[in-house]
Nanobody, 122 residues
Framework: QVQLVESGGGLVQAGGSLRLSCAAS????????MGWYRQAPGKQRELVAA???????NYDDSVKGRFTISRDSARNTVYLQMNSLKPDDTAVYSC????????????????WGQGTQVTVSS
């Protein structure tokens, strides 16, 4: 059983910062890409930032220069440092990981965290 547990959401004023964490646990051989998604009320879920096992990153244009994704592979954990937050960043943030479960197979399985609310007040 694999679990992704997120933490770090909350309420912050515009211009403030938050740091999200997502730790994967369970029977894991390795983790490929990890990412953060968000979904605001009435909107579709969108990719915020992603990081590969080699450390390559990509960001949605709306967060470039403000958010930084990083990972600690030894701890199977991904982080999202969010600075200069705006009210438009208000959403439920969820982490995703593509995980290899079996040493005899290179198939990757998608897992999701439960989501954490980020609310930015103006």
């Amino acid at each position: 059983q694999v679990q992704l547990v997120e933490s770090g959401g909350g309420l912050v004023q515009a211009g403030g910062s938050l740091r999200l964490s997502c730790a994967a646990s369970g029977s894991i051989v390795s983790i490929n890409a990890m990412g953060w998604y968000r979904q605001a009320p009435g909107k579709q879920r969108e990719l915020v930032a992603a990081i590969t096992s080699g450390g390559g990153t990509n960001y949605d244009d709306s967060v470039k220069g403000r958010f930084t994704i990083s990972r600690d592979s030894a701890r199977n954990t991904v982080y999202l440092q969010m600075n200069s937050l705006k009210p438009d960043d208000t959403a439920v943030y969820s982490c995703n990981a593509r995980i290899r479960l079996y040493s005899y197979s290179y198939v990757l399985y998608d897992y999701w965290g439960q989501g954490t609310q980020v609310t930015v007040s103006s």
